[in-house]
């Protein structure tokens, strides 16, 4: 035997995740895959037809078998009257054969669009749920180990749709078939023998690997943290080079390995004794009817084709029983494949839209922050009260140090996470109230870490505005400065910027991000702290083109260096999740408070040494 594959927005709970869900009947997965199948449900019915048709013609084999031995008991001076049975047995014997394997083929033909059709319905399910899913839950995934899930998922709709249709049921419709054969022909001992064969193997299949399933889905649980933990190491290649800790990440892999290995092994020694006892069953219940049917040839009561279509439906009975076992095991483990893909899929959208949410009307681009408090966990509130103005057109620049809820205000505006207290709109519109995709068009973000796709320079800009012509990528990239640099290189727009962008330094990443902004246009632009990863004379030459990009747009610049938001029509230092000053550049000086600590504190540290 072969071996078997084995939201809330006011407020969110406990502003944390869902709670766990009960453990999923099979039957409810199986209820939960049906809508996607059923959307093909005449090509179903064909197939099943052929499935039928292919199992008549099956079981009709040995039945024909059996008179062609027969027929060849030929009597002294009979042979020339009974040549031609023969002949005619042999062209109906290879047509039934001709027949199974044509309707075998064309079942799987019928069928391989409800298939397919199904895993690729519910694969980009889940794709579109986890991008619509919280930034919350991307910040806690683990993303080697879910995409380990969503693999065996997949594959687990194509095992658990052709092996519990296509497998279970021809199954069962040919043992019914042969034994009414067997029933009819012979006396009850046949089906009795074969029956009490079927329940203790059904039995021993079922409890064995009732018992044996925790085995397997530990292995799966230490493959998904094996993964977890590769992948975890390549996305930060650079880092393990910093600290030179290639033999530490290898032997913190190599532990997953072992201990995959372990329950890999404990997996298999279970299965081969679930196998061997398979075969036991399979071997006592063929020498008792093959006892019964010799005996009868010997008594006189059955002719010797009746032996040979006994032995012939033992066979055929042989293969599905045997296969059985391989079923069962692949549809509990494609189950357990499948259930996971379905959590993935019912993760609870923190930030979900309204019913019969509009889009956000942006012909006013004011944004307003009302009495604002948000909270990533209850502990810990991050923003306490705030309430600020963006006017159309203008730019408003939000200071403070590491920690005091800069970013957040970008989040909360973006609807990565909705606000607990307080209202965020644009124009009049509270943004919980219209559409997510709507408000994320009429903002534009040049963030601090510019993280790029493993593509063309060409296809990052691009990223803005999906659509949009070199023409149009080209202008984007000369009002970003970067245009020259990239003309410059040998593959041109055609350059490959290699995973995460690693092979652009910060500051040409940091241009396609601004090139990326100008190209999408969008009235509403934020720079969450863009200059703060490169030195000071990148800023410098970067200034000039966030500036470009901020032209009569409304525009929130979040900063740590204060020298970036000078020209800023006002200024909120933020501290502690509260606004402790605002004003403009100069009215912040004269006030000599935090802003202007802050600000004769970075001079300082600018200034060159003695």
Request: proline letters at 3%; glycine letters at 6%; aromatic letters at 8%.
């Amino acid at each position: 035997m072969r071996r078997s594959g084995e939201a809330l927005s006011n407020p969110p709970p406990a502003l944390g995740h869902a709670p766990d869900r009960k453990d999923r009947s099979d039957l409810a997965t199986l209820r939960r895959l049906f809508p996607y199948l059923w959307r093909y449900k005449w090509r179903v019915m064909a197939a099943l037809a052929f499935m039928i048709g292919a199992k008549v013609a099956n079981v009709g084999v040995p039945v024909l078998l059996k008179d062609l031995v027969d027929a060849m008991s030929i009597k002294p001076g009979s042979a020339a009257a009974l040549l031609v049975v023969p002949v005619g047995l042999l062209v109906a014997y290879g047509l039934l054969r001709l027949s199974t394997a044509v309707f075998n083929e064309l079942r799987e033909l019928v069928f391989a669009k409800a298939t397919e059709g199904a895993a690729r319905s519910i694969s980009l399910e889940v794709f579109q749920h986890l991008h619509a899913l919280s930034l919350r839950f991307h910040l806690e995934r683990q993303t080697g180990g879910m995409t380990r899930d969503i693999e065996r998922g997949t594959r687990g709709v194509h095992s658990l749709i052709s092996m519990s249709l296509y497998s279970i049921v021809p199954t069962i419709i040919e043992l019914t078939l042969v034994l009414t054969v067997l029933g009819v022909k012979f006396d009850s001992g046949f089906v009795w023998i074969t029956l009490a064969a079927l329940v203790l193997y059904i039995g021993f299949t079922v409890t064995v690997t009732e018992w044996r399933t925790q085995f397997r889905k530990r292995m799966n649980e230490l493959d998904s943290v094996a993964q977890s933990h590769a992948v975890d190491s390549l996305l930060n290649y650079e880092t393990v080079k910093y600290f030179n800790n290639e033999g530490f990440e290898a032997t913190r892999y190599d532990a997953s390995l072992e201990k995959y290995r372990r329950a890999a092994v404990k997996s298999q020694t279970t299965l081969s004794l679930l196998n061997a006892g398979q075969q036991c069953l399979i071997a006592i219940s063929l020498v008792a009817m093959l006892y019964r049917a010799t005996t009868g040839v010997v008594e006189g009561r059955m002719t010797l084709g009746d032996l040979v279509m006994v032995n012939a439906f033992m066979i055929q009975l042989y293969i599905p029983l045997n296969f059985l076992g391989v079923i069962y095991r692949e549809i509990k483990q494609s189950l357990t494949d499948l259930d996971k893909m379905f959590v993935l899929l019912e993760k609870d959208r923190e930030v979900r839209d309204v019913p019969g949410a509009m889009a956000l009307d942006t012909s006013d681009s004011t944004v307003r922050f009302e009495d604002v408090s948000f909270a990533y966990e209850a502990a810990r509130p991050i923003l306490k009260h705030v309430s600020f103005e963006i006017p159309a057109g203008k730019t408003v620049a939000v200071v403070g140090p590491s920690g005091s809820g800069k970013s957040t205000l970008a989040r909360l505006l973006y609807r990565f996470y909705d606000v607990q207290q307080g209202h965020i709109r644009i124009g009049s519109q509270d943004i919980r109230e219209v559409t997510q995709a709507s408000v994320r068009q009429a903002i534009g973000i040049v963030p601090q870490d510019t993280v790029l796709f493993n593509d063309t320079v060409e296809y990052n800009i691009a990223y803005g505005r999906p659509g949009a012509s070199r023409e149009e990528v080209e202008s984007a990239a000369r009002a970003a400065r970067i245009h020259d640099f990239i003309a410059g290189t040998p593959k041109g727009y055609e350059t490959p910027v290699g995973e995460r962008g690693l092979k652009l330094s910060g500051g040409e990443k940091q241009r396609v991000a601004i090139a990326r902004t100008l190209l999408k246009n969008p009235p509403i632009v934020i720079f969450d702290e863009a200059t703060s990863a490169l030195d000071s004379a990148n800023e410098r030459a970067i200034q000039s083109e966030l500036k470009s990009a901020a032209q009569n747009k409304t525009t929130l610049v979040i900063a740590h260096r204060l020298s970036t938001v000078v020209d800023a029509h006002e200024i909120l230092v933020l501290e502690a999740g509260v606004i402790i000053e605002r004003g403009t550049h100069a009215d912040l000086l004269a006030r000599n408070g935090r802003y202007a600590q802050m600000w004769m504190l970075q001079r300082v540290e600018a200034a060159p040494a003695l």
